[in-house]
């Protein structure tokens, strides 16, 4: 069987007793928009995912993330197919994502800006802490003042 | 000096100086515009890419900002006494906004909110000086006014002040969003 789940872990062997995902294609369509915006492109993988069940069969998304297309087929059900959950093949997916989006801002982040830059913005980030917590206690100042008044 | 003029006073002080800590943190937020203007079209991609995460987030109905322990920890000693937990909302409410509008924000509108936090000072100086001369109802303006627009752009600065340190890009434009918000409410 074709099908590539991401981690063995998540992956449940299909049963007509277990409720399928509501169907919901847009937040397919946000899954594929979020991989293919990334610009190291992820490697071609495959996701079934069941969204919807009739009598004796259900019906499958495929989603290839790296070359950004989903369709949709209909399977029997004694083919036992693996499936991921949905929200757990999501959650997952947007683990990675954001992991790989934090390692492209750390390993850029050095090139993009000069050491200079890196000190000031840091005694500028220490100044806007500090001076965040002066304009809060100023603003509870002002209350208690303004409640004896 | 009877109470009531030592009070007054006293609220006199607290605005003017809300006013010279305002003037500071525009200056800050305006040098650090200046450094990232610079960089401009790496952020935006950064931010795009970001925003297509936020969107898969929402989706399924995760949080859309998680602050990091550390940064928690800064965050909650400038925010006192309020939860954190009610500024993560608010944090999650103004980047939901943004993801819904599916944009990112530009450096043009940040110089907007600059000129907006202008325009909060003047109206501050004014107060002050309504106040100055017997205008009760002008403390309760710049009373609204600090606790309103100026404290919710504390926020967005607190947050940008966090974060720039570790690296998060993501909160960032959190707080950016939350100034520029904040100050044209």
Redesign the interface.
Known sequence: MAVDACKFSHMMLYSPRIKAPEY?K??LR??L??SS???ARIERETHFIIVGTTKGSFKSAEIKGGIGTISFSRKPAHLQMPFVS??RL??S??EQ??ER?NK???S??GY??SER?IE???D??????E?????????????E??D?? | MSKKSANLDRQIKCIKDCIEELKQQRHRFELLMIILRNSQQVLDQWTMQYIGLLEMKREVGLKLILLPQKERESLKEVLGSKTLEEHDNIIDESISQLVSEGRILTIAEMETALAKIDALIVELITCVNRIQQGEKAATRSAKEIILKKVAPIGLGLALVGVDIPSQSWPTVIGGTYIIYTASMN
Do not use: C, N, Y
Request: charged content about 30%; hydrophobic content about 40%.
């Open positions: 919901a847009s937040g946000g899954h928009k979020g915006q990334l610009p949905r929200q999501f959650e997916r947007i994502l954001e989006f492209l801002v750390s850029t982040w993009l800006f830059d000031e913005m840091r500028l980030s220490k100044g806007m802490l001076g965040s917590k002066k304009m809060r206690e100023l603003a509870e100042q002002l209350q003042a303004d004896e008044g």
